[in-house]
């Protein structure tokens, strides 16, 4: 017996040190797409180091970690206790049994806390009593200004209710009064969200149903003749934009709260937050709902449990606020000594959900492993419109072609803003 107990634990020691995620005591291996860039994964780490036990946190794109959790799932035998994703994450793991339900845990968590209902019901993945995940943080994308920027609104113009004309006019107004164009956009970045949660909404009322109508070719042409003339060139490299608006470079930018965070940080008396720009169909924007889930395969699924538990008290979404840029989805956060940048953030973003004409637009759903191919779509349309001058309509067309097969291969069903769906999406 004694002979077993030792080949056993050598076994497991061996195969600890290849995956580096086997639950060893108290461990918890938390796998997570958000916080992958180094140094938000630090900030990560140093918060997951006040948690009770020991979590060891690996950062992961979706593609990848969907792979590992099925592949886990068809062997049995699993590494990772926790996963942190986006909500359009979740459906292929549910969808192939793999997650537990975690109502339960959910009750016990609500005992102390209130998790916002809207939040918490995306997590139940259209069943009535299935927890696939409990919300873990939200955040969403805004707009920044320099305040030397300001002089040069249009007349009239409320900073927080924009039109995306009077955003153009501004571009405009900046570049003549400085000989340089001001308005920047991070193509390098998450910018395949501006078109599908922001653009596309706010001339089509939705993101994918009307992506090759007559009301999405007005949105490619207004942003290739009264947009980007304005806009720095340089944008086709910016990634953060809280660079080139600490450099000066840019006055006035679009990105996610969380890109724009180092901006509003370093020099809070200098930058401005606001809502994004309202279209002809309605103010576009984009909820990222970041949930928690624990796989069948968890070694260490109890463990797993503790940490929800942490990352949802008020006190860790406190600092996630305060050290990430990502909001509550939980009471009783204290946000009365928020730094000054985080503050302005805040209201920016509070600005912008409550909009009365607002039209959320979820991230795509039910795309698996394919999420990328939606956003190279999106991203193509811009390009040979905006950058390359080819006929907006035969674009459309040909891309919405490729996004049909995309829907009609993975069974994807409409999401928000797009009305429901029985089977696959289906465009106009």
């Not at 291996?29 to 946190?57: H, R, Y």
């Not at 390009?383 to 907006?392: K, S």
């Amino acid at each position: 017996m004694t002979k077993k107990l030792s080949l056993l634990l050598a076994f497991v020691f061996l195969v600890s040190l290849f995956t580096g995620a086997l639950a060893q005591d108290n461990k918890v291996t938390f796998m997570s797409t958000q916080f992958n860039v180094v140094e938000e994964s630090d900030k990560a780490k140093a918060i997951l180091a006040e948690f009770g036990g020991t979590a060891d946190f690996v950062p992961s794109e979706e593609g990848p970690m969907i792979d590992l959790i099925l592949a886990e799932a068809s062997a049995d035998e699993g590494t990772v206790d926790l996963l942190g994703a986006l909500h359009g994450t979740f459906p292929t793991l549910a969808n192939n049994d793999t997650l537990f339900d975690l109502t339960d845990l959910l009750a016990e968590i609500e005992q102390s806390v209130d998790v916002n209902d809207s939040f918490v019901e995306l997590g139940k993945l259209g069943t009535e009593d299935y927890q696939y995940y409990i919300p873990w943080m939200q955040a969403t994308y805004t707009m920044a200004a320099n305040k030397q920027a300001l002089e040069y609104l249009p007349e009239g113009a409320d900073i927080n209710a924009l039109t995306w004309d009077q955003l153009a006019e501004w571009a405009k107004n900046m570049q003549e009064a400085t000989g340089e164009p001001r308005l920047g956009l991070p193509v390098a970045g998450l910018f395949h969200r501006f078109l599908e949660g922001y653009a596309f909404p706010s001339w089509t009322g939705g993101m994918v149903t009307g992506f090759k109508t007559q009301e999405a070719a007005d949105m490619l042409v207004f942003m290739r003749d009264q947009l980007w003339p304005y806009t720095n060139p340089e944008s086709i490299n910016y990634e953060f934009m809280s660079e080139p608006l600490l450099s000066g470079e840019v006055w006035v930018a679009f990105d996610h709260v969380a890109r724009l965070k180092a901006a509003f940080d370093e020099q809070p008396q200098d930058f401005v937050a606001f809502p994004t720009p309202a279209g002809p169909a309605g103010r576009g924007y984009m909820p990222v709902v970041v949930g928690l889930a624990v796989p069948y395969t968890s070694p260490n699924p109890d463990g797993a449990d503790e940490l929800i538990k942490f990352l949802l008290s008020p006190e860790t979404q406190g600092a996630i606020l305060r050290d990430l840029g990502f909001y509550p989805v939980v009471s009783g956060v204290d946000t009365a000594n928020l730094p000054e940048g985080v503050a302005i953030q805040s209201a920016a973003v509070e600005a912008l959900t409550t909009a009365p004409d607002g039209i959320p637009a979820l991230l795509p759903v039910g795309l698996g492993d394919r999420g990328g191919e939606i956003n190279q779509i999106f991203r193509n349309a811009f390009n040979r419109v905006v950058l390359e001058g080819q006929d907006p309509m035969t674009v459309l067309e040909e891309e919405g072609a490729a996004l049909q097969t995309l829907l009609d291969e993975t069974g994807a069903p409409c999401w928000a803003p797009d009305p429901p769906s029985d089977g696959a999406c289906q465009l106009k």
